[in-house]
């Protein structure tokens, strides 16, 4: 076994669990709106609307948001503590990206609610 | 004491020129890259979706804008980005359930990634951008 000190309770496994649950959303997600976007073959703004406008949709795309900003907050975080050694530093471009991430949810709701 | 007697057995090799990365590690390696730039991008991806979405006015600039060959080119590698890091992402909850982890297993798994993916980028990026 690898000698370590643990500082702490939090050792990264509901962070883990949360990568690959959102990924999992994400992947139906994608799939789901491929099969939609085939189906409809949205070239006109009524019909690229309209797939947004209908209920389940609106619900699975802001779903599919959150996940998508919680796993580019897990990955991101990942590639900061890898390559970023100044402790300061890193903690500033966590900050940033919790921060960005927080106001990309507040968008995609606005785009989302507002039609 | 353990510890020492491990780092002591470990064969090293630090004539950098002589190490190729594997197809697996490249598949990794830019599981990464494209997962960062799909962050970078992402409020370009959202001022998309918002335009394409507020007007037919803004929609049909959304269509002008997509239409230059450029911004098709820059497209067409975020939906190769977009497909990679999806199919390496399910390759790697398969190996997390313990499937395919065998050496050859995990090669020939790399290498379906890379061509799916591809495959699945040219028949998108052939419907919504040609």
């Not at chain 1, 959102?22 to 997600?29: E, F, N, Q, S």
């Not at chain 2, 594997?22 to 409020?43: C, D, K, N, Q």
């Not at chain 2, 390759?91 to 290498?111: C, F, I, N, P, Q």
Request: hydrophobic share 60%; with cysteine.
């Amino acid at each position: 076994m690898v000698n370590r000190l643990l500082v702490g309770a939090h050792y990264g496994l509901k962070d883990w669990i949360i990568q690959r649950a959102t990924a999992i959303i994400m992947a139906l997600y994608t799939v789901i709106f491929l099969v939609v976007v085939g189906a409809v073959g949205p070239a006109s703004f009524e019909a690229w609307r309209g797939i947004f406008a209908n209920g389940f949709m609106k619900f699975a795309s802001f779903l599919f948001f959150v996940s998508v900003f919680y796993h580019a907050w897990i990955g991101v975080r990942d590639i900061w503590m890898d390559y970023i050694k100044p402790a300061g530093l890193r903690l500033a471009m966590m900050i940033l990206t919790v921060a960005v991430l927080v106001g990309y949810t507040g968008w995609a709701v606005q785009i989302l609610w507002r039609m | 004491m353990t510890e020492m007697t491990i780092k002591k057995r470990r064969p090293k090799n630090l004539d950098l020129p002589t190490i190729r990365l594997p197809l697996p590690g490249i598949l990794s390696i830019l599981h990464r890259v494209s997962g960062a730039a799909l962050f970078l991008l992402l409020p370009f991806l959202l001022w998309l979706l918002q335009s394409s979405l507020a007007s037919s006015e803004s929609f049909a600039g959304v269509r002008g804008v997509v239409g230059h060959p450029l911004v098709k080119i820059i497209l067409l590698g975020l939906i190769w980005f977009y497909m990679h890091h999806f199919c390496a992402g399910i390759r790697y909850l398969l190996l997390d359930m313990d499937k395919g982890v065998d050496l050859e297993a995990a090669r020939l798994s790399s290498k379906i990634v890379f061509a799916v993916s591809i495959a699945l980028t040219l028949i998108i990026g052939a419907k919504v951008l040609w």
